[in-house]
């Protein structure tokens, strides 16, 4: 029996990821869309903003499951577009969710550590107070709370330093890499990197079941921002020299988590477990 499967932002690094995972299984039908112009790999375009066309879509297609991958990621700029940040990370989800339990399809909804201060001193469980320091931070969690509130058959997983297939930090760091002899990262904020395919492979074990609730789901491991550098070059085989830098270095308009290690005992106790940082980023290198 055919599973339809529909995927907002498809085009993202995860939206990638979920369809190298589970894209040629016999029974799934993975229905990708996104906000620009249809494509062959991306054939539906779809506003998550827009109530009317999220129901009209999920009403006509019926899907079993919808994974949102959509957001407004870029941080910094959220800072300047709270408008659009709240339309993207709130009102996108909010809308996904009525038409969801409208259906009665199960949501999986995607967030991310922003939606914590930072200044824990122990990984985050799902449980902890939640007190987001920047716009993105803020709009994601308002985006979590209406899933919640709105859809009964919900999974919200909370990740944190992505990388997969498209734009990220360690392709920006190979990149820079090539012409400069010295680099200069930041060792004060740590949190867990984390592999975009093993994101696929949770999202694809959670759907089969009912456990619906929060999740956190990153790779094993802490690093800094200079130690994920140190080691991507390491595997790598480029010889550049990365300096630490401060916080306090490096501006930016956003507020970053100074710790962002998140506990991923829930997703553990329900049967899955995610590879260490290291090794998820030896499969991404290799290119497996």
Same mark, same amino acid.
């Given at each position: 029996m055919e599973r339809r499967i529909i995927i907002t932002g498809a085009n993202g690094q995860l939206g990638h990821a979920i369809n190298k995972i589970i894209g040629d299984k016999a029974d799934i039908t993975i229905l990708n869309t996104g906000s620009?112009?249809?494509?062959?790999?991306?054939?539906i375009k779809l506003d998550i903003t827009n109530s009317v066309a999220v129901m009209n879509l999920v009403q006509d297609l019926k899907p079993e499951i919808i994974i949102n991958c959509a957001a407004h990621t870029a941080v910094d700029l959220c800072e300047s577009e709270q408008e659009r940040a709240y339309r993207i990370n709130a009102l996108g989800p909010k809308n996904l969710?009525?038409?969801?339990?409208?259906?009665?399809?199960?949501?999986?909804?995607?967030?991310?550590?922003?939606?914590?201060d930072g200044e824990g001193q122990k990984p985050y469980t799902e449980e902890d107070d +939640?007190?987001?320091?920047?716009?993105y931070g803020k709009t994601k969690l308002e985006g979590?709370?209406? *899933?919640? +509130?709105?859809?009964e058959k919900h999974f919200i997983i909370r990740t944190a330093w992505l990388y997969?297939?498209?734009?990220?930090? *360690?392709?920006?760091?190979?990149?820079?890499?090539?012409?400069?002899?010295?680099?200069? *990262?930041?060792?004060?904020?740590?949190?867990?990197? +984390?592999?975009?395919?093993?994101?696929?492979?949770?999202?694809?074990?959670?759907m089969d079941t009912n456990a619906y609730g929060t999740y956190h789901g990153v790779c094993k491991g802490v690093a800094s921002w200079y130690d994920f550098a140190v080691e991507i070059f390491r595997q790598a085989g480029v010889g550049v020299h990365v300096t630490p830098i401060t916080t306090a270095e490096y501006?930016?308009?956003?507020?970053?988590?100074?710790?962002?290690?998140?506990? +991923?005992k829930k997703l553990e106790e329900a049967g899955y477990s995610f590879l260490p940082w290291k090794e998820a980023l030896k499969a991404y290198m290799m290119g497996t």
């Open positions: 620009g112009e249809p494509t062959a790999y991306c054939p969710a009525v038409a969801a339990e409208a259906m009665e399809s199960k949501l999986i909804h995607i967030s991310t550590d922003y939606v914590f +939640t007190n987001p320091q920047s716009v979590e709370n209406f *899933v919640r +509130t709105l859809c997969g297939e498209g734009r990220n930090f *360690v392709k920006t760091m190979l990149r820079i890499s090539e012409n400069n002899p010295e680099i200069r *990262v930041v060792y004060d904020q740590v949190g867990c990197p +984390t592999s975009a395919v093993e994101l696929a492979k949770a999202i694809e074990f959670l501006k930016t308009p956003a507020k970053r988590p100074m710790y962002s290690v998140l506990d +991923t």
